[in-house]
């Protein structure tokens, strides 16, 4: 069956450590997305890609970073700059826009706690 | 610039009552909207959208929404709540065909069934 997997569920950072939270999709979107869920505060857009090799800030991307080599993949790095990365972290992945953002499919998250 | 407002951060419901989400959005164009679900530690989930044509729009597990243009609305409502419906239900527009536009998210309204 098609879907986006992220791995890993969970993850630990200590302080002053990069992580990076795995995106991988089989249903051949062109576009990718990442989102920080807080609670309350519903999904904020980190980064998104919309073809490989190029991707566009969100509205919260400082302190985190993407790369888009391969259509099926879009990893998320949280560095050290990110001073609260606590949050639960969704990717998503739509057809490519045609002058309307599309319908998004969601992976099931990885939820990044601070040792 | 789009915005969605989703009314009332929790819903408490008997099982067996009507549920009603509401949403209200701002958009300078005809936007397209969506309702989504989410459980407890997964992704979200399409239940249904609007992009143009008829205004009442039927998803899945029994949900469905109406576009009314004059009101800025696209509430979601079920005829009869059960156990299951208990999760996160997020609106979302995509209002914009401009490169910086994107799909909005609202902050999600938590429905509780009560039994």
């Known amino acids: 069956d098609g879907g986006i997997t992220q791995s890993p569920k969970y993850l630990f950072r200590k302080e002053g450590q990069n992580v990076t939270l795995s995106c991988e999709q089989n249903?051949?979107?062109?576009?990718m997305y990442w989102y920080r869920q807080d609670p309350g505060q519903g999904l904020r857009l980190i980064y998104y890609s919309q073809i490989v090799n190029d991707f566009q800030k969100g509205d919260i991307a400082e302190g985190y970073s993407v790369s888009r080599e391969k259509k099926e993949s879009f990893p998320l790095t949280v560095t050290s700059a990110q001073k609260n990365p606590t949050a639960f972290y969704l990717c998503?992945?739509?057809?490519?826009?045609?002058?309307?953002?599309?319908?998004?499919?969601f992976g099931d998250g990885t939820r990044l706690s601070i040792l | 610039a789009q915005s969605v407002t989703q009314l009332g951060s929790h819903v408490s419901v008997s099982e067996g009552a009507l549920v009603l989400l509401r949403c209200n959005y701002s958009?300078?164009?005809?936007?397209?909207l969506f309702w989504y679900v989410q459980y407890p530690n997964q992704g979200l989930q399409l239940l249904l959208k609007y992009t143009t044509g008829a205004t009442l729009v039927k998803g899945i597990n029994g949900f469905e929404a109406e576009f009314k243009k004059s009101e800025t609305s696209f509430h979601l409502t079920k005829p009869s709540a059960h156990m299951s419906d208990a999760a996160e239900y997020f609106c979302?527009?995509?209002?914009?065909?401009?490169?910086?536009?994107?799909?909005?998210f609202g902050k999600g309204t938590r429905l509780h069934i009560l039994p």
């Open positions: 979302a527009v995509s209002a914009g065909s401009n490169r910086d536009d994107k799909i909005i």
């Open positions: 958009s300078s164009v005809p936007p397209y």
């Open positions: 249903l051949n979107h062109d576009a």
């Open positions: 998503a992945s739509s057809f490519p826009r045609q002058g309307r953002w599309q319908p998004q499919h």
